[in-house]
């Protein structure tokens, strides 16, 4: 971010906008779980004061992403196998509800969407990253057809601290292709308005998923 950047930071306050690099920076494993921020440096490699730098960095410590300790300063996050334990158990609680509700009432138009995202995850499954952005977008779609907004709250700050995770299941050798056939059977019992089996699929997935998290 260079020096002159707050002069094109609106219409977002600045600290807003710093928040949203380091969010990216933890994201990209630029600043490693586990490790001290140094405020004076990214600072100066900003132009900034301290002022939106902290006030950034109170706001990364409400997402879970940043941990502040007493007369230490601010560190990245670091998941522990509970930590991922307990996310996985939640979302799989939330998307598995929420996706059986979106079998039941999902229109023709939004299955054909849910089903269009589907065919790109299938395309993306040699590419990671690509993948994994796919996957995201595809539960999220879940989530807004379903409506509910306090669910779409907490799953997305759940699936955000998630990205700490060192050892996050598509990370894993062969996760993604199981991945895959996990999202095959559960697009087709979303197809098919078979709630109960939705739901089962949707919670298997997450079950899948949390096995190959915690297995370092």
Not at 102 to 115: F, G, I, P, Y
């Amino acid at each position: 971010m260079p020096a002159t950047a707050s002069s094109k930071l609106a219409p977002r306050a600045l600290y807003q906008e710093v928040a949203e690099h380091l969010r990216q920076q933890i994201f990209a494993r630029e600043l490693e779980p586990g490790s001290w921020i140094d405020e004076l440096k990214l600072c100066a490699d900003m132009g900034i004061s301290r002022t939106p730098m902290r006030e950034a960095l109170k706001v990364l410590a409400v997402e879970g992403l940043v941990t502040m300790k007493v007369r230490r300063g601010a560190y990245v996050t670091e998941m522990s196998e509970r930590d991922v334990r307990e996310a996985y158990q939640l979302l799989a609680l939330l998307e598995s509800d929420a996706a059986a509700q979106v079998a039941l009432h999902a229109t023709d138009d939004q299955q054909q969407e849910l089903s269009a995202l589907h065919a790109e995850l299938c395309s993306k499954v040699q590419q990671r990253e690509a993948f994994f952005a796919a996957n995201e977008r595809f539960h999220f779609l879940l989530l807004e057809i379903e409506g509910n907004r306090w669910r779409q709250q907490i799953v997305t700050d759940l699936r955000r601290v998630m990205k700490l995770n060192r050892h996050h299941s598509l990370f894993k050798q062969g996760r993604l292709s199981d991945s895959l056939l996990e999202h095959e059977a559960l697009m087709q019992a979303l197809m098919k308005r078979d709630a109960d089996e939705t739901r089962r699929l949707m919670r298997e997935h997450f079950e899948h998923g949390l096995s190959a998290a915690t297995q370092v």
